[in-house]
């Protein structure tokens, strides 16, 4: 690969761009994904399979770089069991809204406490762009 990895962070719409906004803000720090979709790649802006030290490129959902982070670490953990870490750093105010909001957004999974999640561990390095018009 020539290039960096790239990585987009899905909201409601194609005009929710509330968590690469999150991130530039430094109040996103981690995200988290099934244990079989994140080393999969999702198409030219989702590279997958992301490990500590490699330099990300964040996309929104129109495909606009916004930012970019440096992944700093990767962990498994169980449904049943949120680190407050990877709930505050996905931007939550308690591992039960975690689970709520996760439950929502993966419905054809059944999120049972065993169930392993993959979390990225990350920092923000550069502000590429704030605002687009849209």
Same mark, same amino acid.
Request: aromatic share 12%; proline share 3%.
């Given at each position: 690969?020539?290039?960096?990895?790239?990585?987009?962070?899905?909201?409601?719409? /194609?005009?929710?761009?509330?968590?690469?906004?999150?991130?530039?803000?430094?109040?996103?720090?981690?995200?988290?994904?099934?244990?079989?979709?994140?080393?999969?790649?999702?198409?030219?802006?989702?590279?997958?399979?992301?490990?500590?030290?490699?330099?990300?490129?964040?996309?929104?959902?129109?495909?606009?770089?916004?930012?970019?982070?440096?992944?700093?670490?990767?962990?498994?953990? +169980?449904?049943?069991?949120?680190? /407050? +870490? &990877?709930?505050?750093?996905?931007?939550?105010?308690?591992?039960?809204?975690?689970?709520?909001?996760?439950?929502?957004?993966?419905?054809?999974?059944?999120?049972?406490?065993?169930?392993?999640?993959?979390?990225?561990?990350?920092?923000?390095?550069? &502000?590429?762009?704030?605002?687009?018009?849209?």
């Amino acid at each position: 690969m020539n290039r960096r990895k790239r990585l987009t962070f899905w909201g409601a719409d /194609e005009n929710d761009d509330s968590l690469p906004r999150a991130v530039m803000d430094g109040r996103k720090t981690v995200t988290a994904d099934t244990v079989a979709d994140y080393y999969k790649s999702y198409g030219e802006y989702g590279d997958g399979g992301y490990a500590p030290g490699d330099i990300i490129e964040v996309y929104d959902l129109k495909q606009r770089l916004r930012c970019i982070i440096r992944a700093t670490e990767v962990h498994t953990i +169980e449904f049943g069991n949120i680190p /407050e +870490e &990877v709930w505050r750093g996905e931007t939550f105010s308690s591992a039960e809204e975690f689970r709520e909001c996760h439950i929502r957004c993966m419905p054809h999974l059944d999120l049972h406490d065993h169930f392993e999640l993959v979390t990225l561990h990350f920092e923000l390095v550069e &502000v590429i762009a704030r605002d687009f018009a849209r």
